[in-house]
């Protein structure tokens, strides 16, 4: 059964950069979209991009466009989310997911399942 965790995230100032992994085990993650997604407290979870299975196809969301992007390592099972020019408004727990699917939008219902997350959080 695939398991995911992500790592990567913590205390950052605003501007700055991070990237956060998302490590599969269990599974090849190569039959799979990768979804990251982020939680703040009192808000719903937020589709924030995704990657499709081979690499070649990615979206993000207009929250993050210009600012993120997401890539992956078959070979090595891996994920990552690179976050740059990072705001107060990016706080958040960001999970990672799997979908076998890649549909046109960056919909939480395709997902599952979900890793523990790791938080990100930008600050002075």
């Known amino acids: 059964q695939l398991q995911l965790v992500e790592s990567g995230g913590g205390l950052v100032q605003p501007g700055g950069s991070l990237r956060l992994s998302c490590t599969a085990s269990?599974?090849?993650?190569?039959?799979?979209?990768v979804g990251w997604f982020r939680q703040a407290p009192g808000k719903e979870r937020e589709g924030v991009s995704m990657i499709s299975s081979s690499g070649d196809n990615t979206r993000v969301a207009d929250s993050v466009a210009g600012r993120f992007t997401t890539a992956r390592d078959n070979a090595n099972n891996i994920a990552y989310l690179q976050m740059n020019n990072l705001k107060p408004e990016d706080t958040a727990k960001y999970f990672c997911a799997t979908s076998l699917r890649y549909s046109p939008y960056i919909y939480e219902g395709d997902f599952g399942p979900w890793g523990q997350g790791t938080q990100v959080t930008v600050s002075w």
């Open positions: 269990g599974d090849t993650l190569n039959h799979y979209t």
